[in-house]
């Protein structure tokens, strides 16, 4: 019999103990790691899985940032500006404060 892999703790959904089908589509995960590189031609079942959930985890890092900004704010909805102060003020997402500041300069200029 087959030793247990590294990642059959997430193919089962052992990190968050759910079970079924993922929050993310597969498919659309791995047509972008497709379109990544030209050099990506095969893509295994595991890695859109495991890149379902680090995107799962991403998001809900992310999600409770922003809420603590929200509730400093005594506000109770989270808007795209407490998003983007969660990903600014926090270094490991350093690699998306482009996309907030770029995402927060096209909505401040005037549409022609």
């Given amino acids: 019999m087959k030793p ?5 703790g997430i193919l089962s959904g052992g990190i968050s103990g759910r079970t079924g089908p993922h929050l ?7 047509k972008i790691m497709k379109k990544s590189s030209d050099d990506v031609k095969m893509i295994s079942g ?3 899985i495991v890149f379902s959930k680090a995107c799962e985890l991403l998001i809900e890092e992310i999600t409770k940032r ?17 998003v983007a102060s969660a990903v600014i003020t ?23």
């Fill in 90 to 112: 926090t270094d490991t997402f350093d690699f998306l404060v482009n996309l907030v500041l770029d995402s927060a300069n096209s909505q401040d200029s005037p549409r022609p």
């Fill in 46 to 48: 595991e890695a859109p």
């Fill in 24 to 30: 993310l589509p597969l498919a659309r995960i791995k």
């Fill in 66 to 82: 922003a809420w603590n900004i929200t509730v400093q704010g005594k506000r109770r909805t989270i808007c795209k500006e407490d």
């Fill in 4 to 8: 247990a892999g590294t990642y059959s």
